[in-house]
């Protein structure tokens, strides 16, 4: 019989790992990483097709979490996208 899980200690957030932005227990795979793949169409078997190291559950406990944090995740990841898109602008056209 397996030992059953505890939810909540499959994210965690650490600081100085991954700016401390919440990841996946184990791995330096954050929950931003996860809802980019999964808001780009990507379903969780997809997902874990593309990172073997990850098992389901923990794919859907990373969009378990994205939703009951949804309005700062998106404001990060907004965040993350102006930021690159500055720098883009700004170096890009340098290289």
């Known amino acids: 019989?397996?030992?059953?899980?505890?939810?909540?200690?499959?994210?965690?957030?650490?600081?100085?790992?991954?700016g401390g932005r919440p990841r996946i227990t184990?791995?330096?795979?954050?929950?931003?990483?996860?809802?980019?793949?999964?808001?780009?169409?990507?379903?969780?078997?997809?997902?874990?097709?593309?990172?073997?190291?990850?098992?389901?559950s923990q794919v859907y406990s990373a969009l378990a979490y994205y939703y009951a944090n949804k309005e700062a995740i998106d404001a990060e990841i907004r965040s993350d996208i102006e930021e690159y898109d500055r720098l883009e602008a700004e170096y890009g056209a340098k290289l």
């Open 26 to 56: 184990g791995h330096r795979i954050t929950v931003h990483n996860i809802v980019i793949d999964f808001n780009a169409g990507r379903k969780p078997e997809d997902i874990i097709e593309e990172r073997p190291q990850l098992t389901l």
């Open 1 to 18: 019989m397996q030992t059953p899980t505890d939810l909540g200690t499959l994210i965690v957030q650490t600081p100085g790992i991954c």
